[in-house]
T-cell receptor, first 115, second 117 residues
Framework: GAGVSQTPSNKVTEKGKYVELRCDPI?????LYWYRQSLGQGPEFLIY????????DSGLPNDRFFAVRPEGSVSTLKIQRTERGDSAVYLC?????????????FGPGTRLTVL | AQSVAQPEDQVNVAEGNPLTVKCTYS??????LFWYVQYPNRGLQFLLK??????LVKGSYGFEAEFNKSQTSFHLKKPSALVSDSALYFC???????????????FGKGTKLSVIP
């Protein structure tokens, strides 16, 4: 079946611009996660949704970052006033939900480059 | 706070030899432990996990890992390495005693495995 998909695969923007990154989870998965992976590092947690609500947004670095999941399926990560330090691969994952033992399945990521 | 250490940035092994990729963790409660593999320009692929039960966990592609609570370790192993196993391996932990935070994964920095023909 279809896995997690993310669009765009690459995004180049200029410092100060606004960007949106999209994630389509595996069909039927109620839990959705965003992570950020900088070069040479492991992924770092940003935010977790259970259904439409953000159950844990403790990883968002500051108020320039925001994510939504209005219908409990597709999610959008929004970054305002981008900075060069925001350059990274943004990974989305989904799981069937309910249990913290559920496996998270990752998408291919969106590589964001801020010039 | 939870953390994961992967003490080796790179592991080199000859094809056909056994391989081990090391992982230690720190949590305040009980851990759920995971291994993922990342191939160049691709996302993370799930290999295996320890939730409860038998300390030896078997996963995809012949990989296995052993949960050792006293040593707080979860080393990844394979009896006979293949060239196609060359990739970046990440260990991750969830602290199931941390409330809403128990759903987030904390990853190590990754270990690059090179299998030499």
């Amino acid at each position: 079946g279809a896995g997690v998909s993310q669009t765009p695969s690459n995004k180049v923007t200029e410092k100060g611009k606004y960007v949106e990154l999209r994630c389509d989870p595996i069909s039927g998965h109620t839990a959705l996660y965003w992570y950020r992976q900088s070069l040479g590092q492991g992924p770092e947690f940003l935010i977790y949704f259970q259904g439409t609500g953000a159950a844990d947004d403790s990883g968002l670095p500051n108020d320039r970052f925001f994510a939504v999941r209005p219908e409990g399926s597709v999610s959008t990560l929004k970054i305002q006033r981008t900075e060069r330090g925001d350059s990274a691969v943004y990974l989305c994952a989904s799981s069937s939900g309910g249990s913290s033992g559920d496996t998270q399945y990752f998408g291919p990521g969106t590589r964001l480059t801020v010039l | 706070a939870q953390s994961v250490a992967q003490p080796e940035d790179q592991v080199n092994v000859a094809e056909g030899n056994p391989l081990t990729v090391k992982c230690t963790y720190s949590v305040s409660g009980n851990p759920y432990l995971f291994w993922y593999v990342q191939y160049p320009n691709r996302g993370l692929q799930f290999l295996l996990k320890y939730i409860t039960g038998d300390n030896l966990v078997k996963g995809s592609y012949g990989f296995e890992a052993e949960f050792n609570k006293s040593q707080t370790s979860f080393h990844l192993k394979k009896p006979s390495a293949l060239v196609s196993d060359s990739a970046l391996y990440f260990c991750a932990v969830r602290d199931i005693g941390s409330g809403a935070g128990s759903y987030q994964l904390t990853f190590g920095k990754g270990t690059k495995l090179s299998v030499i023909p």
